[in-house]
């Protein structure tokens, strides 16, 4: 049971991420103003000069405006995802919100996550590391042979959810699980009260400044959904919370589905583990992404960053069964396809197993 002192913890955190969010127009717009400044203080010929530059940033403004529509339709919602634990709070304390320009780079994150998960603009990238996942999940659990509504599969690190929106609409039940909760309220909010395709229009690139050759390149638009995101035939749910403390139970899942997941971790090798734990026995780990290892520069932080070779070892010792794998998979993520720099992984795919699985292909644990 979690203390009083836990819970005050976590309303603060759930309402500062609310703030935020709320003030994504004006830090935004904060940044564009000290472009301005700097402009104002050249010598009169270079802001002669400059003059179309001055008339980007006024585009821009209009760009962030439009972004800014979208967020109170999303924390109108907000408020009672956690079974209206903080339906009657509305603002935090000030001691609490902490600087909200620390936080306002994940809100802009969240719209090129959009872009990815829920847009048209984003289908290249869905197929390049949703659509190996979902083929494997299908090719190993066939429809003819097997009650795919039985059949139970996570994805942790789901972000916006559509890897598991689309796993479920095949009809599998499958649970996402999120961690980031930037992510979990705008996810709230598209797969719940998102009524039509193409409903909304955002800006996901206008705050990467550098690397364009026109305006225009910053200034692409995306709208979403794509498609409506009605209920999956499948049993479709998101969970959140981190990954280690909620998934605890063991020989639970059929399989787990990681997309540009694992080197979450500071310790990689204790997903491992727990993938393996949770699994039912013959159960299937299938991964996707590269090996970025986000905690690897964070001061303080004790993380470990171990090649895919030493990874491969420890998949081995944790008691897998690797049963294929390939290297040099071309991935891109939340990319400008019109910026100057273009940024592509060679991911790695590989498909372990748990031993013991039934010749079914559904383990009866």
Same mark, same amino acid.
């Given at each position: 049971m979690e203390s009083n002192n836990?819970?005050?913890?976590?309303? #603060?955190?759930?309402?500062? @991420?609310?703030?935020?969010?709320?003030?994504?127009?004006?830090?935004?717009?904060?940044?564009?103003?000290? *472009?301005?400044c700097s402009i104002a203080t050249l010598p009169y010929h270079h802001k002669k000069w400059l003059a179309k530059y001055q008339e980007d940033l006024d585009k821009l403004k209009q760009c962030i405006d439009k972004n800014a529509e979208?967020?109170?339709?999303?924390?109108?919602?907000?408020?009672?995802?956690?079974?209206? @634990?903080?339906?009657?709070?509305?603002?935090?304390?000030?001691?609490?919100?902490?600087?909200?320009?620390?936080?306002?780079?994940?809100?802009?994150?969240?719209?090129?996550?959009?872009?990815?998960?829920?847009?048209?603009?984003? #289908?290249?990238?869905r197929q390049q590391c949703y659509s190996p996942i979902i083929e494997e999940i299908e090719l190993n659990f066939p429809e003819d042979s097997c009650?795919?509504?039985?059949?139970?599969?996570?994805?942790?690190g789901a972000g916006l959810g559509r890897l598991a929106f689309e796993i479920a609409l095949r009809g599998f039940k499958c649970q996402g699980n999120e961690f980031n909760l930037f992510m979990l309220i705008v996810s709230f909010h598209v797969l719940n009260f998102c009524k039509k395709v193409d409903e909304f229009l955002?800006?996901?690139?206008?705050?990467?400044?550098?690397?364009?050759?026109?305006?225009e390149d910053q200034m692409v638009s995306a709208r979403f959904p794509d498609i409506k995101p009605t209920t999956p035939r499948g049993n479709f749910s998101m969970t959140a919370g981190d990954f280690l403390?909620?998934?605890?139970?063991?020989?639970?899942?059929?399989?787990? #589905?990681?997309?540009?997941?694992?080197?979450?971790?500071?310790? @990689?090798?204790?997903?491992?583990?727990?993938?393996?734990?949770?699994? *039912?026995?013959?159960?299937?780990?299938?991964?996707?992404?590269?090996?970025?290892?986000?905690?690897?520069?964070?001061?303080?932080?004790?993380?470990?960053?171990?090649?895919?070779?030493?990874l491969c070892d420890?998949?081995? *010792?944790?008691?897998?069964?690797? @049963?294929?794998?390939?290297?040099?998979? *071309?991935?891109?993520?939340?990319?400008?396809?019109?910026?100057?720099?273009?940024?592509?992984?060679?991911?790695?795919?590989f498909v372990c197993r748990k031993p013991d699985m039934l010749a079914n292909g559904v383990s009866d644990n």
């Open positions: 836990g819970v005050t913890e976590e309303r #603060a955190y759930f309402l500062s @991420v609310i703030n935020t969010f709320k003030s994504y127009r004006e830090q935004s717009l904060k940044r564009i103003q000290n *472009k301005e979208f967020i109170p339709l999303v924390l109108q919602h907000a408020y009672n995802m956690f079974d209206n @634990v903080y339906s009657s709070m509305e603002t935090a304390p000030t001691d609490e919100v902490g600087t909200l320009s620390e936080g306002i780079d994940k809100v802009q994150s969240v719209f090129k996550q959009l872009m990815r998960d829920w847009s048209s603009l984003g #289908a290249s990238e009650d795919r509504g039985e059949v139970e599969v996570l994805v942790p955002i800006y996901p690139w206008i705050h990467q400044y550098c690397n364009n050759i026109r305006v403390e909620v998934y605890t139970a063991g020989n639970e899942w059929h399989c787990v #589905a990681t997309c540009f997941f694992i080197d979450c971790a500071p310790n @990689v090798v204790q997903f491992i583990e727990t993938i393996y734990d949770i699994l *039912k026995p013959g159960g299937l780990w299938i991964n996707l992404g590269p090996l970025l290892y986000h905690y690897s520069d964070v001061r303080n932080e004790k993380s470990i960053e171990p090649s895919f070779q030493v420890v998949i081995n *010792k944790v008691g897998f069964d690797m @049963v294929k794998y390939r290297t040099g998979v *071309k991935t891109k993520y939340c990319q400008n396809p019109f910026s100057m720099l273009q940024y592509e992984y060679d991911s790695v795919f």
